[in-house]
């Protein structure tokens, strides 16, 4: 396995629930990515945390609200979603994340989320 | 703007046959480029990367990847296709705005089909 666990893998939520999912790296990174993956759409990159302080923000709505409290695990909370954020939801981290680096990213195995 | 190209949904080829991916891309400056490979409920799995020098890059899994700047293009490759290949393939660029964060920009991906 890559190193970077997700939990939980499959999430079923209504509109009006709150959820948060869970991102943990046993790799000693120092960034950490959350992407959102829909069928036939390239990898939507939506933060990028790098030593625990957040540089990207890829015009994500409000409703997703990230959360990055140490290098080793990365949050993304839920509330009030859309049908349309149904997705997989994949965690991913590198060594950084900084403009001069060109480190490969680890990928976890992704939370599958359904809201209805 | 930078982006990724992969023209092929779907590739689709025998057993003990070569294989390859195509992948083509636009960025400004040197491009740094990935191959990925992602499995059924799995997460992405880094496979071979080019930075700099011999344009033939070794990678995991028996795979290989031809950088061709002229052509702008990044091909993944295999002599013999394994019935275990089959999977989703991603290709990616590196986005580099001198000190930004480094982002990866991700293609839509092909599905390799490898027939017994």
């Known amino acids: 396995e890559t190193g970077v666990t997700q939990t939980p893998r499959h999430l079923v939520m209504g509109m009006t629930n709150k959820k948060s999912l869970k991102c943990e790296q046993h790799l000693g990174h120092n960034a950490m990515y959350w992407y959102k993956q829909s069928a036939k759409k390239p990898l939507e990159l939506m933060f990028v945390?790098?030593?625990?302080?957040?540089?990207e923000n890829n015009s994500v709505p409000s409703r997703f609200s990230p959360e990055c409290p140490n290098s080793s695990h990365l949050f993304l909370h839920l509330h009030t979603l859309q049908p349309e954020d149904s997705a997989l939801y994949l965690c991913a981290s590198s060594q950084d994340s900084r403009g001069a680096s060109y480190n490969e990213q680890f990928f976890g195995p992704g939370t599958r989320l359904t809201v209805l | 703007a930078q982006s990724v190209a992969q023209p092929e949904d779907q590739v689709n080829v025998a057993e003990g046959n070569p294989l390859t991916v195509k992948c083509t891309y636009s960025v400004s400056g040197n491009p740094y480029l990935f191959w990925y490979v992602q499995y059924p409920n799995r997460g992405l799995q880094f496979l071979l990367k080019?930075?700099?020098?011999?344009?033939l890059v070794k990678g995991s899994y028996g795979f290989e990847a031809e950088f061709n700047k002229s052509q702008t293009s990044f091909h993944l490759k295999k002599p013999s296709a394994l019935v275990s290949d089959s999977a989703l393939y991603f290709c990616?660029?590196?986005?580099?705005?001198?000190?930004?964060?480094?982002?990866?920009?991700f293609g839509t991906g092909t599905l390799l089909a490898v027939q017994p």
């Open positions: 990616a660029v590196r986005s580099y705005y001198g000190g930004a964060t480094n982002k990866l920009i």
């Open positions: 080019y930075i700099t020098g011999d344009n």
């Open positions: 945390y790098n030593f625990k302080e957040q540089t």
